[in-house]
């Protein structure tokens, strides 16, 4: 257990829909990190969060948006769904801005139907 | 920018027989380096870590690798594979000042033959 959870684990939803993906990272991290899982693209680095505060973008389409809160739980939300957002979405934590190594949480594995 | 090329999408080896996954990358300042391993349905596991020091690294389950800057690699070896071992492996890195990001190469799925 890695002790990053992200919930919920599995989403079937519809094209054109809007979904949240929740993560609570490990106690004490400050940094959430989003990532895409496809069979096509690999692992794609989505978007980093230090503390509140956006720290790096990656792939990030514009239909997608994330945040951090207060308590350092992260939201990604994903809308106008297409069949190609289909894959499993990964959060990882870290403690400081990138911390000695990044742990993952199990996913969220999401089909756009 | 920092980026990771695995070479080999899929690997196959013999129960018993060496493992080598390699994985270079690029950076223009000295990186971080990591190993994670990925099975079925899960998420990601570290397996070994470089950060600074011996370039000789250690991880779980018997992995090693070994970070060469002349040859900008970092590539994971196992003496002797395990039916266990079948999986996908990530090789990342993550810069160490600017953007602390972590990038991974596209994962080499390693197969092991009884």
């Known amino acids: 257990d890695s002790g990053v959870t992200q919930t919920p684990k599995h989403l079937i939803t519809a094209t054109g829909q809007r979904v949240t993906l929740r993560c609570s990272p490990r106690?004490?991290?400050?940094?959430v990190y989003w990532y895409q899982q496809s069979l096509d693209q690999g692992l794609q680095f989505l978007i980093q969060y230090y503390n509140g505060e956006e720290r790096a973008k990656g792939n990030i389409l514009e239909r997608f948006s994330a945040q951090q809160f207060p308590d350092l739980h992260s939201e990604l939300n994903l809308s106008s769904l297409e069949l190609g957002d289909s894959a499993l979405y990964f959060c990882a934590s870290s403690s400081g801005q990138g911390g000695a190594q990044a742990f993952f949480g199990q996913g969220t594995r999401l089909t756009v139907v | 920018a920092q980026s990771v090329t695995q070479l080999g999408s899929h690997v196959s080896v013999s129960e018993g027989a060496l493992v080598l996954l390699r994985c270079n990358y690029s950076s223009s300042v000295p990186p971080y380096l990591f190993w994670y391993v990925q099975y079925p349905n899960q998420g990601l596991q570290l397996l070994l870590k470089y950060t600074t020091g011996a370039t000789l690294v250690k991880g779980i389950n018997g992995f090693e690798a070994e970070f060469k800057k002349s040859e900008t690699s970092f590539h994971l070896t196992k003496p002797s594979a395990h039916m266990s071992d079948a999986a996908e492996y990530f090789c990342a890195v993550r810069g160490t000042s600017g953007t602390y990001k972590y990038i991974f190469g596209t994962g080499t799925r390693l197969k092991v033959l009884a």
């Open positions: 106690s004490g991290d400050l940094s």
